[in-house]
């Protein structure tokens, strides 16, 4: 849409995931040596949460592209499930069949792969994305599925990414074997605004900007609106694009920001914006 207007030759923030748009700001990159770092010392749990938007689903991703071949992973995104169905979710992420059987023999059938593996110089991790929506009962049978594990060698690794209430969830008193297995975690915060400047240049940059778009001050606002969360700064600047196409405005500055705002405002919409402090007013000088 407004593509040719800012010599774009992509749109730049869309909010689906694309490893040619990726950037690690500092959390991001400690965030996934965490990540690396539980599989490659066999950490028995790893630990991601952060808020929504954050970047956990971009992390994610580009481990699935780094996977050493050593590795059989099953993702499970989105689950909620009770006792006795969390193994059938288990079972197909792995891709393996997950037809209703008695318990005891589907749990055989796991072990079995698991074992499996391990024969074949291999380990299993089971990756759970959205994990904050895991019951106790389901941490806790993840918890008894790990006991396959020998003494030194981890045969099973669990890597759980989820929401702040993950944390909140693991510190439960029922838990606390469960956390006490958690040998590698993260919290992702939101970024700084030096972070999101550079955020937002670096995606302009990647659709190919020839010149300045987001002024800095401009992108110190956005920081403020949008209180560093990456997919907000994705929709607001999306929109600001829109917006400045259809005022024919080949730079967003402050006064363009502030009256999209405004008017989102007023209309009752967008109102995950975070409302931006005053504009500092011009003082006259005597004469």
């Given at each position: 849409m407004y593509e040719a207007f800012y010599g774009l030759k992509h749109r730049p923030f869309l909010t689906v995931p694309d490893p040619d748009f990726l950037f690690w700001a500092e959390q991001h990159t400690l965030a996934f040596t965490m990540l690396r770092y539980g599989l490659m010392t066999r950490a028995p749990?790893?630990?991601?949460?952060?808020?929504?938007?954050?970047?956990?689903?971009?992390?994610?991703?580009?481990l699935m592209r780094e996977i050493p071949t050593d590795l059989v992973v099953g993702l499970v995104s989105n689950m909620q499930a009770g006792r006795g169905e969390l193994l059938q979710w288990v079972m197909m992420a792995l891709g393996q069949s997950a037809a209703e059987e008695p318990y005891v023999r589907l749990f055989q059938r796991f072990q079995d792969f698991v074992i499996e593996a391990y024969a074949q110089g291999k380990r299993v991790v089971l990756i759970f994305d959205e994990a904050q929506n895991l019951t106790v009962d389901a941490l806790e049978e993840l918890r008894m599925l790990s006991n396959i594990n020998a003494d030194k060698d981890e045969l099973l690794q669990l890597v759980l990414v989820g929401q702040p209430q993950l944390r909140d969830l693991l510190a439960r008193p029922e838990l606390v074997q469960f956390a006490q297995r958690v040998s590698s975690d993260f919290h992702l915060t939101a970024l700084g605004a030096q972070d999101v400047e550079r955020y937002v240049l670096h995606r302009l940059e990647v659709a190919g900007a020839a010149w300045r778009i987001f002024p800095a001050r401009t992108c110190a606002l956005i920081h403020e609106a949008t209180r560093g969360v990456p997919r907000l700064v994705n929709i607001l600047c999306d929109l600001c694009l829109v917006y400045g196409f259809a005022a024919e405005t080949k730079v967003i500055d402050e006064h363009l920001l502030r009256e999209f705002l405004t008017g989102a405002k007023r209309r009752g919409i967008y109102e995950q914006f975070a409302p931006l402090s005053e504009a500092p007013k011009l003082v006259r000088q005597a004469t």
């Amino acid at each position: 849409m407004y593509e040719a207007f800012y010599g774009l030759k992509h749109r730049p923030f869309l909010t689906v995931p694309d490893p040619d748009f990726l950037f690690w700001a500092e959390q991001h990159t400690l965030a996934f040596t965490m990540l690396r770092y539980g599989l490659m010392t066999r950490a028995p749990i790893t630990v991601i949460t952060g808020e929504i938007g954050a970047g956990k689903t971009t992390l994610l991703r580009q481990l699935m592209r780094e996977i050493p071949t050593d590795l059989v992973v099953g993702l499970v995104s989105n689950m909620q499930a009770g006792r006795g169905e969390l193994l059938q979710w288990v079972m197909m992420a792995l891709g393996q069949s997950a037809a209703e059987e008695p318990y005891v023999r589907l749990f055989q059938r796991f072990q079995d792969f698991v074992i499996e593996a391990y024969a074949q110089g291999k380990r299993v991790v089971l990756i759970f994305d959205e994990a904050q929506n895991l019951t106790v009962d389901a941490l806790e049978e993840l918890r008894m599925l790990s006991n396959i594990n020998a003494d030194k060698d981890e045969l099973l690794q669990l890597v759980l990414v989820g929401q702040p209430q993950l944390r909140d969830l693991l510190a439960r008193p029922e838990l606390v074997q469960f956390a006490q297995r958690v040998s590698s975690d993260f919290h992702l915060t939101a970024l700084g605004a030096q972070d999101v400047e550079r955020y937002v240049l670096h995606r302009l940059e990647v659709a190919g900007a020839a010149w300045r778009i987001f002024p800095a001050r401009t992108c110190a606002l956005i920081h403020e609106a949008t209180r560093g969360v990456p997919r907000l700064v994705n929709i607001l600047c999306d929109l600001c694009l829109v917006y400045g196409f259809a005022a024919e405005t080949k730079v967003i500055d402050e006064h363009l920001l502030r009256e999209f705002l405004t008017g989102a405002k007023r209309r009752g919409i967008y109102e995950q914006f975070a409302p931006l402090s005053e504009a500092p007013k011009l003082v006259r000088q005597a004469t």
